[in-house]
């Protein structure tokens, strides 16, 4: 069964310092992605950043970036220069079967003036 | 472009009765998929809509039914509702090609609606 595990309940950092959000999977399908999503209190859910399992460089964009290590099977997201906008809930998700996404517990980070 | 839009944001019911949600695509996307997340429970899939056909359904019960129109949007409708069905329903939209069950293309979520149940 594919599985996500994000271990942190919550972060905090302080604002223009780098934070890294941990997340684990589970799959047996060689073709899989990974996906962070940022959830603010607002509840929409905002797509941050994709990583493809054949991808042989880790993701980029912008501040986002995805330490991608696939034998370890974890797909870590790094936020470089934390600002105050940043604070929210963060979802690790991986495309499954059924059309669906899989998620994550998420992790609420809070970022710190 | 625009992004997904959903009506209403917010919504209060009590139970027993029924409740419609409903979804608009971004532009071009025909894929829409469902998902409903509790505090409990996290994030949970629900179904997902391809031209105007439900291609695959979580494990929800029946009082959980969908539809899409041709245009794509979508809606959800709950019957009989219960407590446990307070929720923020969120819809999500991509443009749909599947390969080997699975969706490829990034899915983009709308604003989310926040039911409550009394």
């Known amino acids: 069964a594919q599985k996500i595990t994000q271990t942190q309940p919550g972060m905090f950092v302080q604002e223009k310092e780098a934070v890294t959000l941990d997340c684990t999977y589970d799959?047996?399908?060689?073709?899989?992605?990974l996906f962070w999503y940022k959830q603010p209190s607002s509840g929409e859910m905002i797509f941050l950043i994709y990583q493809g399992s054949y991808d042989q460089q880790n993701a980029t964009e912008g501040r986002y970036s995805l330490n991608f290590q696939k034998a370890r099977k974890s797909a870590n997201l790094v936020i470089s220069a934390s600002q105050l906008g940043d604070s929210a809930m963060y979802f690790c998700?991986?495309?499954?079967?059924?059309?669906?996404?899989?998620f994550g517990a998420g992790t609420r980070l809070a970022v710190h003036p | 472009k625009a992004g997904v839009t959903q009506t209403p944001r917010y919504l209060i019911k009590t139970r027993g009765q029924q409740v419609t949600l409903s979804c608009s695509p971004i532009?071009?996307?025909?894929?829409v998929s469902w998902y409903q997340q509790t505090p409990g429970q996290g994030l949970q899939f629900l179904f997902e809509?391809?031209?105007?056909?439900?291609?695959n359904k979580g494990n929800f019960p029946g009082r959980f039914s969908g539809r899409q129109f041709s245009n794509s949007r979508s809606e959800m409708n709950v019957s009989t509702l219960e407590l446990g069905d307070s929720a923020l329903y969120l819809c999500?939209?991509?443009?749909?090609?599947?390969?080997?069950?699975?969706?490829?293309?990034?899915?983009?979520f709308g604003p989310g609606t926040r039911l409550l149940v009394l």
């Open positions: 532009s071009g996307h025909r894929s």
């Open positions: 809509y391809f031209s105007e056909t439900q291609r």
């Open positions: 999500a939209s991509s443009l749909g090609t599947v390969v080997r069950g699975a969706l490829q293309e990034t899915q983009y």
């Open positions: 799959t047996s399908d060689p073709s899989y992605g």
């Open positions: 998700a991986m495309r499954g079967g059924l059309n669906k996404l899989i």
